[in-house]
């Protein structure tokens, strides 16, 4: 039996390899690199996927987070030291983002059976400092927007999606980045949607707040030379763009693989000692990542190495808890602080073949 690698991304590419060695060339041959047809093109395609009224193509999603705290601070919705809730169980960026824009992460609990934010941690973290909160849709399922949405109404906050890991997903009858004030995307090449390099967008359908954006994201300009803000350089290239057209048109296909071998596993792994991820019965989970749970962790980890299969552990520790954040530590995430030890990402990617779905199982089983 060959190795199961925790994610094989050449394979991943390889499915539309044609398509994208065509769009590659496209651009290649154009002579034209960046803020061009590509760009604009797949900022249409993107806005209308999401149910949204405009999205701007940037760097990176860091930057996409990044980019909404900016100009919101620009319009006056927000100012340096206002207080933003997020979750402490997210990949650190959601929290950079916050600090690099001269805001106060403040972190908020997550749900034992979700993994995401706990609504009644959120208002127990509310101050009067708090302007804002990120729903990070982590590990694929989208973030309770419902309890979301009415916090943020009743206490006059931004709503903001990091909707890095679950593009696609749906909920109420909505697409993630059109269920808050504005959504950030990464397209880093592991994500749902995925790119060959770094690349992110801005989803949103506030036009005042998505001017601003686009602007900031290239150096502040909007007419060549004349700059209205002290901006960035954020911009997501044309060969880029023409990549994530291109995957685009194979996204919700994807996603349903995604969905179907999560079934699977939740259907055919019985093993008393793990916890499996809860599995909603609609397309509100995307199945960026499927994390079990177990609370011999280290030993689980290396019985399916030394059986071919990849795993990865999303993630070791929670945000507070990092070196980054020390002036944090005390912060107390009792939820976020105990699945840390405890998660384990196991393969799960549209190109994994039912045999090797079969495979990840029956070694999980014979545990
Ligand atoms: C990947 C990711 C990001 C950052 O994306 P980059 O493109 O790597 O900057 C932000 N938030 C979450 C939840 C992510 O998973």
Known sequence: MNEIPFLDLKRENARYASDIREAVMRVLDSGWYILGTEKEAFENEFATYCEAKDCVGVGNGLDALRLIFMAYIRLGFLKEKDEVILPANSFIATALAVSQSGLVPVFADCDINTYNICPRSVVEKLTEKTRAIVAVHLYGQVAPMEELQKI?????????????????????????????????????????????????????????????????????????????????????????????????????????CRIKIASFYSENIVNDKLILLHTPPDNSHVFHLYVIRTNERESLQGYLHDNGIGTQIHYPLSIHKQEAYQELSEVKAPVAERIQNEVLSLPLYPSLTRLEQKRVVEVLNKW
């Open 152 to 256: 943020a109404k009743e206490n006059n906050l931004k709503l903001i999606e990091d909707a890095a890991q679950a593009h696609g997903a749906v909920y109420q009858g909505r697409r993630v980045g059109s269920l808050a004030d504005a959504a950030a995307f990464s397209f880093y090449p592991v994500k749902n949607l995925g790119a060959l390099g770094d690349a992110g967008a801005v989803v949103s359908s506030d036009a005042e707040l998505m001017q601003v954006i686009r602007s900031i994201a290239n150096y502040g300009s909007e007419e060549k030379y004349m700059n209205r803000y002290k901006g960035i350089n954020s911009r997501l290239d044309e060969i880029q763009a023409a990549v994530l057209s291109v995957k685009l048109r194979y996204l919700n296909r994807d996603n349903d």
